[in-house]
């Protein structure tokens, strides 16, 4: 690795945010009474709230330091891939309010306590499963992410990418350990201001006049950055986010979380028109990488996470740069403490809670904290085999997505699924999505997507053939004033 300088001063910035973050979430501690207190916040949540919260997990690790490093690598793609998620996003906010209205009136907390209600035990645990692996996959991603900012900026004392993978789950662990959803949300908070401020406006204005501003951007650009490209894998990652959407667990989360339905459709559907911006954003941010870096910067720093951090140290003078980089910390730890919390919620009360109830029921908010060190340990083991956030979500979101996308809504809105139709698609999807990563994903197509479809086929086909037989109970949603 080419040796980075970072001043003492940018150091001490760093390290301040951090310990910041901490005292927020050790701060807000007191207000944990119980389990509901520590998954959920109380169901306290207004729109401002939400719309920062939202926000800032969809702009993670993933969000900004991988897509950059796409956009820098392979242009347009960057973009294409993140339409189809911002389609689901907005899809989910006509939906959130009803999933909060739900959560009210009928006491639930997750996707598998719908699950169970609609379609027994096994499937919420199934689906509970199938949450814990793919939210520590993409808390894997923040892993990688923060460990590929922290051995850059700590270059000189050649710290290995082991080590600072596990200061980096150290970091995330501590106020999501103590405080739960209250410590995500409010340090979210804090985190969303820091983010927009700090990494996507300083670091893409930065680099602007380092090239020379707009008009020289604009005639250095690449025709292969900048067309519309569609192949196999692309399709596969389209579908991956779209369907993902349907059934993103930190999504249901915050919807449950909210005060009431109006907070969580605005909080939701403004988050996400915040993120589609920053989508614009991160897309420039690696084009601009790509005009000032050069071409060589995964063989020189070993991961494309390192485009953004490298683009901070570079264009921007000592003390800013300790401010951008720790906007991105706040990028990165804003979804990092969520997926971490969704995690130990689908571990603990999900699966655990329904499978020994004498056990995880008498001590389930001891045991939050304790699954949520387990599970950071998971997602560090992950990240060592996986060293680039973009890739280990992919993986962590096709599984889950062809598995639990199309249940997850079916359960929300269809009356004739049944336990057989939902447990066949689920368990089709999840087999044939497997099946195909195994085969070498044939004709270069995504495995998301043959999962899906084979998910959605035995979903419907088997519901309507058991549906007079095996209704389940379709859980109605009285209006109110909120």
Known sequence: MNQIEVQAVDLGIMAAYLVLMAVIGITVMKRVKNAGDYFIGGRSFGTLVLLTTVCATLAGGGGLMGRAGVAYSSGFKAVMTAIPYLIGMFLFSAIAGKISALGFQHNITSIPDLFERRFGKLSKIILGILITFAMIGTLAAQVTA???????????????????????????????????????????????????????????????????????????????HTTPVINGSILGDIVTYLVFTLAAA???????????????????????????????????????????????????????????PLLAIRVLPSGLVGLALAGMLATIMSTADSYLLVSVQSCVHDVGK??????????????????????????????????????????????????????????????????????????????VSIGWKIAGEPFGLGSTVPGTIVCGILLVTVSLLTYRKHPSIFLEVKKDKN
């Not at 662990?173 to 406006?201: E, N, P, R």
């Not at 969580?264 to 941010?285: K, P, W």
Request: with cysteine.
């Open 250 to 308: 930190e999504m249901w989360q915050r919807a449950f979380a909210a005060k009431d339905r109006k907070s969580a459709t605005a909080g939701t559907a403004m988050g996400t028109a915040a993120y589609a911006l920053m989508i614009v954003i991160v897309y420039a941010i690696g084009l601009l990488g790509w005009q000032i870096l050069g071409p060589n910067v995964a063989e020189e720093y070993g991961s494309l996470d390192a485009v953004v």
């Open 354 to 431: 329904t499978l020994w109830p004498e056990v995880f029921g008498k001590h389930e908010l001891r045991l939050g904290r304790i699954f949520t060190l387990l599970l950071a340990v998971a997602a560090l083991l992950l990240a060592l085999c996986f060293k680039n956030a973009y890739n280990v979500v992919v993986f962590s979101w096709g599984f889950y997505a062809a598995a639990a996308g199309l249940p997850a809504f079916a359960a929300l809105v269809w009356k004739k699924a049944t336990t057989p139709g939902i447990l066949a698609g689920m368990l089709g999807g999840l087999v």
């Open 146 to 224: 923060t460990a590929t900012i922290l051995r850059l900026v700590l270059a000189k004392y050649n710290l290995s990418y082991t080590l600072c993978a596990i200061i980096s789950c150290l970091v995330f662990v501590v106020y999501t350990a103590t405080s739960g959803m209250f410590g995500v949300v409010y340090t979210d908070l804090v985190q969303f201001f820091v983010l927009i401020l700090f990494a996507y406006i300083m670091i893409p204005a930065g680099a602007l006049i380092k090239v020379g501003g707009f008009g020289a951007f604009f005639s250095a650009l690449d025709s292969a």
